[in-house]
């Protein structure tokens, strides 16, 4: 009997010590986390608190990333895919947004938060912040929602547990001869740590006119401390730190001969690994599908140039274009080396260092009724498991 009681006055004080539980509970993905506030109301106390959630997002922040996988252009069917681990399994997910958020448009991705523009009315007035983990959001207005050019969305958990927004916003003087226009901009952040928009950088002008452009239509990606956007024939960055504005040159194709590829397409700007890259496909007449993969080189004098890092071939039976491609993280710095990618359907897993690949989900074969979007709108969004706060 006296064993039995000193066994419960140890697990009460195991389950009553949050210094403890906080110790141990931070060692476990979020996933596990968030099961254990089931247990008991004081530890869904501990685990909601944006304390513990911070402490677990710094701690904890170089989780193998998934993806949420958006195959159907009409109903709202989302599902995971783990590449890695268990890639031919789809599991449901569902979003857990308001009513007014319409979830079949573009979505930014940033180490485990996302970011969705709120397309009720026109011009956008607000977006959402939202952890696919915790299914939390937050809503955050545009301070000028009729001169927003650009937007992106900065969260590194290995640096800090808060996240930031980037706008670019334009005013134009309008004058007599179109091509004497003076176009303004200025950007503005938006910090998470005080829930604030403040003015970093502007008034300022630039040579050329900043307009959206392209399938990302407006969003920047966040590596390594700044933000990247593409804008037509050039690439522009902002870095945080250094409160600077720039722009760079995209990558140099080569050219093909006629005949040679029938048909090509470039894809947006993606980080993985701290290093950005952006890559080119195209296609010959007997389905084989050339991949171009080109990474950004930033020397310490802040010039830049591409280098063409990787170059594979795969081939397929269907008469399409990989719809899109996700690269597959692993750990900060060090070089990108596979990637997930769809050809009509087809979630494939490829390798470029062997040049070998494998079929992970055939969506035409599902059995959950999928309506693949055979024309290129099926998405994919990094998924990494976190716990920050919105």
């Known amino acids: 009997m006296d064993s039995k009681k000193k066994y419960v006055d140890r697990w009460s004080r195991l389950i009553w010590n949050n210094d403890l539980l906080t110790e141990i509970f931070v060692l476990l993905p979020p996933k596990s986390v968030t099961r254990c506030k089931l247990v008991c109301k004081q530890w869904l106390s501990l685990i909601s608190s944006h304390e513990f959630c911070h402490l677990h997002t710094l701690r904890c922040p170089n989780l193998r990333p998934s993806f949420i996988l958006d195959p159907d252009v009409i109903n709202d069917k989302y599902f995971i895919i783990d590449p890695v681990m268990n890639g031919e399994k789809l599991i449901p997910y569902t979003f857990c947004v308001p009513e ?42 545009a301070t000028n ?17 808060h996240y930031k927004l980037v706008f670019i916003t334009a005013t134009t003087l309008f004058c007599t001869n179109p091509h004497d226009q003076i176009h303004t901009y200025q950007i503005e952040v938006y910090e998470s740590e005080i829930h604030a928009w403040k003015l ?7 040579p050329k006119q900043l307009s959206q452009c392209g399938e990302c239509w407006g969003a920047g990606v966040y590596c390594n401390g700044s933000i990247y956007w593409e804008m037509c024939d050039n690439i522009v960055y902002y870095d945080i730190a250094q ?24 894809s947006c700007l993606q980080e993985a690994n701290g290093r950005l890259y952006k890559s080119r496909y ?3 007449d007997d389905s084989i599908l050339s991949i171009e993969v080109f990474e950004l080189e930033m020397n310490d004098d802040r010039s830049s140039s591409w280098l063409l890092r990787y170059e594979g071939t795969i ?6 274009l990989a719809f899109q491609l996700r690269f597959i993280k692993g750990s900060y710095d060090t070089e990108m080396c596979s990637a997930v990618f769809n050809i009509y359907g087809k979630i494939i897993a ?24 055979r024309h290129g709108s099926s998405k994919m969004y990094e998924f990494v498991e976190c716990l920050a706060v919105v």
């Open 100 to 141: 007014h958020i319409i979830l079949k448009v573009m979505k930014i991705s940033c180490n485990g938060l996302m970011l969705i523009p709120s397309f009720r009315d026109y011009p956008i007035e607000s977006f959402l912040v939202y952890n696919p983990t915790t299914r939390l959001s937050r809503n955050v207005s």
């Open 145 to 161: 929602a009729n001169s927003v050019v650009a937007f992106a969305l900065a969260f590194d958990p290995s640096k800090s547990p």
């Open 200 to 206: 970093r950088l502007g008034p300022f002008t630039f």
């Open 243 to 266: 409160n600077e504005f720039k722009t760079f040159s995209m990558p140099h194709y080569q050219s093909y001969k006629a005949g040679e590829f029938i048909s090509g397409s470039i």
């Open 282 to 284: 195209l296609r010959r």
């Open 315 to 320: 081939s397929h039976h269907e008469p399409s």
């Open 350 to 373: 490829y390798s470029f260092l062997d040049s070998s690949y494998k079929l992970l989900v055939d969506m035409n074969r599902h059995p959950i009724p999928i309506s693949f979007g």
